[in-house]
């Protein structure tokens, strides 16, 4: 299931406060494909991003680097510019796809320069692709738009069903794979459940035909 944000930025302060919000729901593994011209607050936004994981090195533009590599945050970065490359044979030749091994997240200026690209990362589940779309609104004002798959927040597993609790009629979401289950819309580590502790805070059975199961998300 895709999660859609939007958010408003009047300025560069606000943009990195926007930076932090979105830095603390990543994780290790996440790559971020940023879109969005020159000037947009790409950089801008990926500083916030840095500031948050607890980077504490400058980050600038990769622009000449191809990539800038910051190991000492909570979880390291890798700041690409792909504004010079324009396929995907030449993103493998450079040698883009190690760093999805490296344990890090991966943030990518100018990632609309590779068709299709999204699609070709989204097929490995071991990975969270999130989109973020910069629009200049104004000169100060940007539109910042975030999309992204949602996958268990606990095991990373990519079959969540949405389901009801036959008891109660709950509407909920949960994970095949580990049995988490959240209630729509968000789903985040704070808000997944434990399956057993759910029913039985609602005074029921544990059990898996408990819940009248639908269609994937
Ligand atoms: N609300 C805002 N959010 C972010 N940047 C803003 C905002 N308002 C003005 N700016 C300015 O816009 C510029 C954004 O530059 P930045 O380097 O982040 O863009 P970029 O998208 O990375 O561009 P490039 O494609 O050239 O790398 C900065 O000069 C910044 O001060
Ligand atoms: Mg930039």
Redesign the pocket.
Known sequence: MKEYREYI????E??AQIAAEIASGLRAGDIIL?E???????????KGIALSLGITDPVT?P?FALVNEYPQGRIPLFHF?L?RIDSYDDLYAVGFLDYLDRGGIIAA??SENIPGLEQELAQDNSHRVINIR?EKSG????RILLSGNIICPICSGAELLRATVKQTGEKICVCEACKALWTEPKITPDNARIFENYMESKGLKPYWNELETGEYI
């Open positions: 930025s009047r300025s560069p606000e943009t940023y969005g011209d020159m000037g947009a607050g790409k950089t801008t936004l990926t533009s622009t510019d504004y200026e100018w910069i000169d100060n004002e940007r």
